[in-house]
């Protein structure tokens, strides 16, 4: 069975840090991408950052770029997400997910698999 456990969501004040992590089950890990995406109050599901776990290769939407961190343990089958100097406007309930793929990072449509969601509120 296809597990995804997301964890590590919580409440912060503005320039904080949170370190959400994904526990992956039930397939072959290494040759999958995990991705990380969020959705916020009355907003789209977007995608966030990725990691390509064939190579470790990553990829991350503007909005978080230097300040957000993707990796991956493969002997934990856990993919990190590490958030830096957050702002309001990343509040959001965070999802990890995976895809079949290992060409390079993926953040695009045909996850196969989702987590349940953690929730991150940052405070201004």
């Known amino acids: 069975e296809v597990q995804l456990q997301a964890s590590g969501g919580g409440f912060v004040q503005a320039g904080g840090s949170l370190r959400l992590s994904c526990v992956a089950s039930g397939f072959h890990f290494e040759s999958y991408n995990i991705g990380w995406f969020r959705q916020a109050p009355g907003k789209e599901r977007e995608g966030v950052s990725c990691?390509?776990?064939?190579?470790?290769?990553?990829y991350y939407v503007d909005s978080v770029k230097g300040r957000f961190s993707i990796s991956s343990d493969n002997a934990k089958n856990t993919v990190y997400l590490q958030m830096n100097s957050l702002k309001p406007e990343d509040t959001a309930v965070y999802y990890c997910a995976a895809v079949h793929y290992s060409g390079g990072p993926y953040l695009g449509l045909g996850y196969d698999y989702w987590g349940q969601g953690t929730q991150v509120t940052v405070s201004s």
């Open positions: 990691i390509n776990n064939s190579d470790g290769s990553s």
